[in-house]
């Protein structure tokens, strides 16, 4: 069974910094895109950031410039590092990664999601 855990959520006042973990585990053979995503109370979850295995990334209009994905791959893990975080980034942050378990033929890659951690940013 693949897992993947965040760390790094937390309070922060506006204007501050936070740095979010997300690490991989269990029956892996390959990891593909990673991302996270975000969900504030009363909204659809949103693409925040996306980063491939060889390190193309995209990101949503409103953390551009603020936020940046990165990511290590023989550590299976993948970050995001926000700045100047703003009220409206409060949500809770889901990890998101493609993963093949095997090197199976038959074995496809699969999203796997992990348990969210919150971000509260005050004003």
């Known amino acids: 069974q693949v897992q993947l855990v965040e760390s790094g959520g937390g309070l922060v006042q506006a204007g501050g910094s936070l740095r979010l973990s997300c690490v991989a585990s269990?029956?892996?053979?390959?990891?593909?895109?990673m991302g996270w995503y975000r969900q504030a109370p009363g909204n659809q979850r949103e693409l925040v950031a996306i980063?491939?295995?060889?390190?193309?990334?995209n990101y949503a209009s409103s953390v551009e410039g603020r936020f940046t994905i990165s990511r290590d791959n023989a550590k299976n893990t993948v970050y995001l590092q926000m700045n100047s975080l703003k009220p409206e980034d409060t949500a809770v942050y889901y990890c998101?990664?493609?993963?093949?378990?095997?090197?199976?033929?038959?074995?496809?890659?699969?999203?796997?999601w992990g348990q969210g951690t919150q971000v509260t940013v005050s004003s």
């Open positions: 980063i491939t295995n060889s390190g193309m990334s």
């Open positions: 269990g029956r892996i053979f390959s990891v593909n895109t």
């Open positions: 998101n990664a493609d993963i093949r378990a095997s090197a199976r033929w038959t074995s496809r890659f699969e999203a796997y």
